[in-house]
C-alpha cells in the first residue's frame, strides 16, 4: 500500500508587495485546489500563502480526526503568520469550505479585500457525508485499498456526525453575521455547479452591508471553479478584483 503524507503549505512571498493574500480550499480537497491560483495571483505581484488544513489528503480515518475548529484555527494561524511576517494588509480567498473560512476571517480579523467561490449558505448531514463518501473511494483507490477495506472505512463515516453537525452550525453562524464584513467581496459561482450554490451566492450577496460587493456567475464553471472549464475567466475576475481593489 502507497503511504500518503499531508500535503504542504505554500508560501510565496513577494517582497515588494505590501499585500498578502490568504487562499483557502474546500472540504475533503488540497493546497492543489488553489495552487495555480496562488501562482498567478503571485505573478500579479501579490504575496500568497496557501494553508493545508490537518487532515485533507491523508487517509479516511486519519481525516475525521480533525475538524472545523481545526480548520478555522489553520486560517487563523495563517492570518497571524501573515501580520507577524509585517504583512500589515491581508485579504482572503477561497472556494467552498475556504469561501466560509475566508467569510469567517473576514468577520473576526482585519481583512482588506474578499473573493469566495462556490459558498455555501448551509449544508446538511447527508451533503457532507457524501463528500466524504467520494473522498474515502478517491483516497482508497491511489493508496491501492481493496473493496473490503474501502468499505470498512465508508462505515466509520457515521462516527463523525457530531463533526458534521459542527459544520453545519459553523456556517449558520458565519451566515449571521455576515453584517460584521467591512471590506469589498466579489462573490462567485458556477453555473455547471448545483443550483444551490448560485442561491448561496445571491444570499450572501444581499445579506453583506458593505457597498463595494459584486456578483459573479461563470457559464463553465462547476463547484471547483480554480479548475476545468472556465478556470481562466474566474482567475481574470479575481486577479483583476484584487488588483482593482489592492494596492500590490
Known amino acids: 500500500m502507497i503511504n500518503v503524507k499531508q500535503p504542504d503549505s505554500i508560501f510565496l512571498e513577494n517582497k515588494s508587495s505590501e499585500h498578502a493574500i490568504i487562499l483557502l480550499h474546500s472540504f475533503t480537497g488540497t493546497v492543489r485546489d488553489v495552487k495555480l491560483l496562488a501562482t498567478k495571483l503571485h505573478k500579479a505581484g501579490f504575496t500568497c500563502y496557501v494553508p493545508a ?5 491523508l487517509m479516511l480515518d486519519q481525516f475525521m480526526k480533525y ?6 484555527q489553520d486560517a487563523l494561524t495563517a492570518y497571524r503568520y501573515l501580520t507577524e511576517q509585517g504583512y500589515n494588509k491581508v485579504s482572503v480567498c477561497g472556494v467552498s469550505l475556504g469561501g466560509l473560512l475566508s467569510l469567517k476571517l473576514a468577520e473576526k480579523e482585519d481583512i482588506e479585500a474578499i473573493a469566495i467561490m462556490s459558498t455555501p449558505y448551509k449544508k446538511s448531514d447527508a451533503g457532507l457525508a457524501h463528500r466524504l463518501n467520494n473522498y474515502c473511494q478517491r483516497m482508497g483507490q491511489v493508496v491501492g485499498l481493496d473493496d473490503t477495506q474501502i468499505s470498512k472505512q465508508l462505515d466509520s463515516i457515521e ?3 457530531d463533526e458534521l453537525n459542527k459544520f453545519q452550525l459553523m456556517v449558520e453562524d458565519i451566515m449571521n453575521h455576515l453584517d460584521r464584513i467591512t471590506a469589498p467581496i466579489t ?3 458556477g453555473l455547471q455547479d448545483d443550483p444551490d450554490y448560485r442561491t448561496s451566492a445571491h444570499y450572501i450577496h444581499d445579506h453583506i452591508n458593505h457597498d463595494t460587493k459584486y456578483l459573479n456567475g461563470f457559464t463553465d464553471s462547476k463547484h471547483l471553479m480554480t479548475h476545468g472549464s472556465g478556470r481562466e475567466a474566474v482567475e481574470q475576475e479575481i486577479i483583476a478584483f484584487f488588483e482593482d481593489h489592492l494596492d500590490v
Open 67 to 72: 475538524g472545523t475548529d481545526d480548520w478555522w
Open 187 to 189: 462573490i462567485n459561482y
Open 53 to 57: 488544513y490537518k487532515g485533507h489528503g
Open 159 to 161: 462516527t463523525y456526525n
